[in-house]
């Protein structure tokens, strides 16, 4: 199993989440992170005075697929989240020991 | 809080007959009592009182969301603290009878003789409670004014023993300076309608000297300490504007045309200073921004405060035009290069908009508004403006002299300032045991039937 974590731009979350939907992932955790790359911070004025603020608000993607899927999945979602600018974001993948759903107990390919 | 020169003389006409008449005079007394003016001013206290809650939510959404419930707790505390004080001794030190034209003795300790008749001396036709309580809400709200420059790093009894040392070293004296019958100010003929000089720059001096006593916070100059919350701070700003109709407008003590014209000259200088300060800050770093408007609209308030029953609407726009524009430039500009951490801008927009208030009152006060007034200097009277310099040095040197003294007294009993561990958790937590935003719960109630953080 493996398990791919993105980091998305927030405005594109629906996209990719429709896009895994067709592909048939209903499963996943989103979270709401803030983080810098390539992408340059922008600046806000609070009372005058400038602050640079470089860490962006993104969302982060987590899901976990079989290892058979996993070169398809991340083309499926590197086209809905790809805007084609800097700050699209990251893919990562992970190999993974186990999956156990809590519920069953069952585990492996059974419990994704 | 106006002269009423012109009362008191005819008052004065009336001496011999009163003399001769005194049964049927003091009767007469009980009936001046008019249910127009009582209703006025009492809802007009209930309107000043708001804008201590308002000023809650204006600095509490200015701080870092760690430090929200101790900067709400700050103004809502003082509430508390200063309507207990006054009524005991507060009032009888400000309102008294005079002491030597620097403070009131103690005849109304604990409110004694302060009843429901009215007290020809401070308003004819209300209550003498009315009027008490009505002045109980600006000693309330000065206070707090103060508390925005020491947010986010001090620790909380000494706060409280500081406020409580305060409002009746340093806030009592200058309202009887300046208001009480007698007082060396009010006799000068210093004009300060509505508190310009009591008000605003005793909380604005007290509030920079404070901020340099206790020093910078944690963080200041290399991280960024952002408001967490501006949408509170507009509602709080809002709230401000909408009490202090009461404030100004109120201070006439009295339903009445000079109540109505303060009533428009405070909203017109808040709405120039707003817009001044937007633009100012438009052109100089390119965004106008909302917490701009919010804090231009308190700074033309602060400026129209001691002018409010004195002049008329066209230099109401200037006075609030230029207060937008020279506190901004205190704010953004002054502070800056000076370094002090004033954290939520007491001192650039209380003290400088106060101070620019009281000398633009001694420029553009005309008879024409209240008889009881004087002319300023556009008016054919230069005196006036240096009449009202002294009012606002001697409100400098005593609020700065004052609460330094204060703050180094109180600092031998307690800590002024939180720890780097408490000021790192934030206030909330170190000082109060609460989180403001508890959106992810840990931990389980502690002890036998206690309640603890997971709520009840």
């Known amino acids: 199993m493996t398990k791919i974590e993105c980091i998305l731009r927030p405005g594109r979350l629906e996209e990719v989440k429709d896009a895994l939907g067709k592909f048939g992932i209903h499963g996943m955790t989103v979270s709401q992170v803030l983080g810098c790359g390539l992408q340059k911070g922008r600046t806000e004025v609070y009372r005058g005075r400038e602050y640079s603020i470089n860490l962006l608000p993104k969302v982060k993607v987590e899901i976990v697929v079989r290892d058979d899927q996993v070169n398809e999945i991340v083309r499926v979602i590197s086209e809905a989240a790809r805007t084609g600018e800097i700050g699209d974001g990251k893919i990562f993948t992970y190999r993974i020991d186990n999956a156990i759903r809590i519920r069953t107990g069952e585990q492996g390919d059974d419990a994704i | ?456």
Not at chain 2, 124 to 146: C, D, K
Not at chain 2, 322 to 330: N, R, T
Not at chain 2, 361 to 376: E, W
């Open chain 2, 1 to 456: 809080m106006i002269w009423r020169s012109e009362r008191l003389k005819r008052l004065l006409y009336l001496v011999p007959l009163m003399v001769l008449a005194m049964p049927a005079w003091a009767l007469a007394d009980e009936a001046k009592i008019d249910a127009g003016d009582t209703t006025f001013v009492l809802l007009s206290a209930a309107l000043v009182w708001i804008m201590t809650p308002g000023l809650a939510l204006f600095y509490g959404g200015m701080v870092r969301r760690k430090n929200v419930l101790s900067t709400i707790m700050h103004s809502f505390i003082i509430i508390c603290l200063v309507s207990v004080q006054w009524v005991l001794i507060g009032y009888t030190l400000a309102f008294g009878p005079d002491h030597g034209h620097l403070i009131g003795d103690l005849s109304w300790l604990g409110l004694k003789d302060v009843g429901q008749t009215p007290n020809a001396d401070y308003a004819a036709t209300i209550p003498h409670l009315v009027f008490m309580v009505f002045q109980l809400m600006f000693a309330i709200i000065t206070a707090a004014l103060i508390t925005g420059s020491f947010a986010e790093r001090m620790r909380f009894p000494a706060f409280l023993a500081f406020s409580l040392l305060w409002t009746t070293i340093v806030y009592d004296p200058l309202a009887h300076w300046v208001w009480g019958v007698d007082g060396w100010l009010r006799n000068l003929g210093a004009l300060d309608f509505a508190g310009g000089t009591v008000v605003h720059i005793s909380s604005g001096v007290s509030g920079l000297v404070a901020a340099l006593v206790l020093g910078r916070r944690r963080g200041y100059g290399s991280e960024p300490l952002l408001p967490h919350n501006l949408p509170m701070t507009v509602l709080g700003a809002a709230l401000l504007w909408f009490g202090w109709f009461g404030f100004n407008a109120g201070s006439a003590l009295a339903a009445n045309g000079l109540a109505a014209s303060a009533f428009v000259v405070t909203n017109t200088a808040a709405a120039a200073a707003a817009l001044a300060w937007v633009i100012v800050e438009w052109m100089h770093h390119g965004k106008p921004t909302v917490l701009g408007a919010a804090t231009g609209c308190i700074a033309g308030l602060v400026a129209i405060t001691p002018a409010a029953g004195f002049v008329t609407p066209l230099p109401a726009v200037l006075i609030g035009l230029v207060a937008g524009a020279v506190c901004y430039l205190a704010v953004a500009v002054l502070k800056a290069k000076l370094g002090y951490d004033d954290a939520l801008d007491v001192f650039g927009v209380h003290g400088v908009g106060g101070t620019w208030g009281a000398l633009a009152t001694g420029l553009f006060a005309t008879k024409a508004v209240n008889p009881a007034g004087a002319d300023g200097l556009f008016y054919g009277n230069a005196g006036q403006l240096w009449v009202q310099l002294v009012g606002v040095a001697a409100a400098w040197v005593l609020a700065a002299v004052g609460t330094y003294v204060i703050l180094k007294v109180v600092s031998l009993f307690w800590k002024l300032r939180a720890t780097a561990d408490e000021e790192e958790q934030g206030l909330d937590i170190s000082q109060h045991g609460e989180d403001g935003y508890a959106d992810m719960v840990l931990g389980a109630p502690a002890g036998n039937g206690t309640v603890g953080l997971s709520g009840v």
